[in-house]
């Protein structure tokens, strides 16, 4: 089985992207970062994904951080959808948000986030998350999908 690498960015604030894009070049991480601005954007392109549409436009990314606060369709309502989809049930969702309220922690895992981490996010911390997930990263799928700097 091949991995995909792609990392998917759910995110509305411009400024939050390029914090995180610069975060990722930052920590040595090279993966492909593909980035979509509301919740309804990011269910479009994981149906897409799922259903093998166009792989070279909406690659299945192995993990997705996920901005709460969002216009229309919020984290959480994506989040729930992501964990309804059982081609998705092993994609790793890590919330990225500026709200470090316990209700909201809560009820992120419960909705089945792997991480939680509060905007803005420093380098090491998502570098290490990033490698943790690589290096637990089933055999039986090859290798890790990270794509440090070498």
Same mark, same amino acid.
């Not at 939050?16 to 610069?22: A, I, N, P, T």
């Not at 969002?70 to 959808?81: C, Q, Y």
């Given at each position: ?5 792609? %990392? ?10 390029? *914090? !995180? ?6 920590? =040595? ?9 509301? =919740?309804?954007? /990011? %269910?479009?392109? *994981?149906?897409?994904? /799922? ?10 990314? !192995? ?6 606060? +969002? ?7 994506? *989040?729930?959808? %992501? ?9 790793? &969702?890590? &919330?990225?948000? =500026? ?7 809560? $009820? /992120?895992?419960? *909705?089945? /986030? ?21 290096? $637990? ?9 990270? +794509? !440090?700097?070498?």
């Amino acid at each position: 089985m091949n991995i995909n690498n792609a %990392i998917l960015l759910v995110e509305d604030d411009d400024d939050d992207v390029f *914090l !995180f894009q610069r975060t990722l070049k930052t920590a =040595g991480i090279n993966n492909p970062v593909n980035v979509v601005t509301d =919740g309804r954007a /990011a %269910i479009d392109y *994981l149906t897409a994904a /799922a259903h093998d549409e166009d792989p070279e436009r909406y690659p299945l990314p !192995f993990i997705i951080f996920l901005d709460l606060k +969002m216009p229309n369709v919020d984290g959480f309502e994506v *989040l729930s959808w %992501i964990r309804s989809q059982p081609s998705l049930s092993s994609t790793v &969702v890590v &919330v990225l948000t =500026g709200s470090n309220q316990p209700q909201d922690h809560r $009820r /992120a895992y419960a *909705l089945g /986030a792997r991480s939680y981490l509060v905007k803005p996010a420093k380098a090491e911390e998502i570098r290490q998350f990033i490698e943790s997930m690589g290096n $637990r990263w089933p055999q039986n799928q090859g290798a890790s999908p990270v +794509m !440090f700097e070498k």
